[in-house]
């Protein structure tokens, strides 16, 4: 853990002093994940890593344990006062590389209520990356945001198909008209981060920012200015 808490600070400075406005802690790196429920020591780890970076860091900060682990992030992120947790599966189902997730926001808002966290904000991803989504084919993703707002999401989060695929800027459009937080969270680069970030509320960015624009990589510094810099322009 130690050398994954070096990791996550050095991650984080680089993020922070080149302009990124706020900071995601995920277990990205913990494939093959498991659905829904983790190890113990997954959500200690998570505890520790976001607890490191939220001591050292004052911007907003969020939370993400794979695969689906809402309810472990949700106290996590309460346990180490974090503001928002970005979540899979919050309705409706959908096929992903892990089997059948079914929502569970019912189970989550009414934990964040009895916690009383609930400055927390869920960002829910809307026709998630990774997964086959023929058991929601009739719906629309605006359809699907719609239900997510229904349900309470603070914010969807739109993304392309797969880890570092772009997303549609019709979709990113059609869930923006909904009055919805908008997020883009896959395949942003130099190329379309302004086009992007003038139709949606926040991007979340990884493989863009790492070494040879590979997710599995580290951080590159001149990437992630390389990025802002096109942004500002």
């Known amino acids: ?11 984080a400075e680089i993020y922070v002093e080149n302009g990124a406005d706020g900071l995601i802690v995920e277990n990205t ?12 020591g997954t959500v200690a780890g998570c505890a520790v890593a976001a607890g490191a970076v939220r001591e050292r860091f004052d911007v907003p900060i969020g939370l993400q344990i794979l695969a689906g682990a809402n309810l472990a992030a949700l106290e996590t992120a309460a346990t180490c006062d974090l503001d928002f947790i970005r979540v899979e599966g ?19 808002l009414r934990r964040r209520a009895h916690l009383g966290c609930e400055q927390i904000e869920i960002w829910a991803d809307a026709k998630k990356k990774h997964s086959s989504h023929a058991i929601t084919s009739d719906l629309s993703i605006a359809e699907i945001a719609k239900g997510y707002l229904f349900f309470g999401a603070d914010g969807v989060i739109v993304t392309g198909g797969h880890t570092g695929e772009a997303a549609s800027a019709d979709d990113v459009r059609s869930v923006s008209r909904l009055g919805a937080y908008t997020i883009v969270g896959s395949g942003i680069t130099t190329k379309n981060i302004a086009e992007t970030a003038s139709i949606a509320d926040a991007l979340i960015v990884g493989s863009a920012c790492k070494k040879d624009g590979r997710w599995e990589s580290e951080v590159d510094a001149g990437r992630v200015r390389d990025l802002l810099d096109a942004m500002n322009r």
Do not use: N, Q, S, W
Not at 1 to 11: G, N, P
Not at 29 to 40: E, G, I
Not at 90 to 108: Q, S, T, W
């Open 90 to 108: 919050f309705a409706y189902a959908h096929v992903a590389d892990e089997g059948i997730i079914e929502g569970d926001a019912g189970k989550l």
């Open 29 to 40: 790196h913990d494939t093959p994940y498991l659905k829904r429920t983790v190890d113990p």
């Open 1 to 11: 853990m130690a050398a994954v808490i070096d990791t996550c600070l050095k991650e």
